[in-house]
């Protein structure tokens, strides 16, 4: 019924004040939020974002801070508030936890997770990762408390299947996570509420398969399995971007359908 209701509110914003029906034009979900997670900052979504201008989507790249939970997902729903229109909210590893949160927003009618956290009530990335273990034992706390990956094991646990060169610098400039963001905990999963989509990486090292596997079933998503590192989208952005425009052609087609009853 919620999700029904999703639908029918999707529908209303598309026909815009036509009767009834849908022109093509505006049964196109044309804006993609892109929400990196731990350790990674927002360039690497660079070829993901190119592909989805070049097709015609508008993209917004969110850069969450990573101080705490509630700041990440202070900074995605801004970036939702600034489109024009339907969102296909995107979150890749610790992002996903964030889009759980921000996904809750009106305009996010589609949710999709790379490689990524898609917690329920009162869970966190954290306490995920206690549920089924990660391979990496590498991730450990900095001076000011915050998590990063040990540079030498950085390109083997997290992207083993990028360049060296590119491993190397993203190991170089990885952004530390907060204990509270990695910690905070989910209130209302926008998963239960609206249609998911799931990319889970067979070869990840920082969050178990079996446990993406896991959360996707959960999500009940429309999921797809990549032989890929834990940056998926970097290593695989044709297949990132497919699903990314599959989700918005689903959701936009569920409006449509809706809409010409």
């Not at 209701?5 to 034009?25: I, R, Y």
């Not at 329920?120 to 990335?125: H, K, L, M, N, P």
């Amino acid at each position: 019924m919620k999700r029904l209701s999703l639908v029918a509110a999707l529908a209303a914003a598309l026909v815009c004040g036509t009767a009834g029906s849908v022109t093509p034009a505006q049964a196109h979900i044309k804006n993609v939020v892109l929400v990196h997670g731990a350790f990674a900052d927002g360039s690497g979504w660079a070829a993901v974002a190119k592909s989805l201008e070049k097709d015609g989507y508008t993209v917004s790249i969110v850069q969450p801070p990573e101080t705490s939970y509630a700041d990440d997902v202070k900074y995605t729903k801004a970036a939702i508030a600034a489109m024009d229109g339907p969102v296909v909210l995107v979150g890749h590893s610790y992002g996903g936890s964030i889009i759980t949160e921000a996904g809750n927003d009106p305009k996010a009618v589609a949710l999709v997770y790379i490689a990524a956290f898609a917690p329920d009530v009162g869970e966190s990335a954290g306490s995920i990762e206690q549920v089924i273990p990660p391979a990496t034992t590498a991730i450990h706390p900095d001076s000011l408390g915050n998590f990063f990956i040990d540079q030498a094991h950085f390109a083997a646990d997290f992207a083993a299947d990028v360049p060296p060169a590119m491993a190397k610098l993203m190991a170089q400039s990885q952004v530390p996570i907060s204990k509270d963001s990695f910690t905070g905990k989910i209130t209302n999963p926008a998963w239960k509420t609206k249609p998911s989509w799931y990319m889970v990486a067979t070869e990840d090292r920082s969050i178990n398969p079996d446990n993406e596997r896991r959360m996707a079933k959960r999500a009940n998503a429309t999921t797809v399995e990549v032989k890929a590192s834990h940056v998926a989208y970097i290593s695989h952005p044709h297949e990132t971007v497919e699903l990314i425009e599959k989700a918005a052609t689903s959701a936009a087609s569920a409006a449509s359908a809706t809409a010409s009853r």
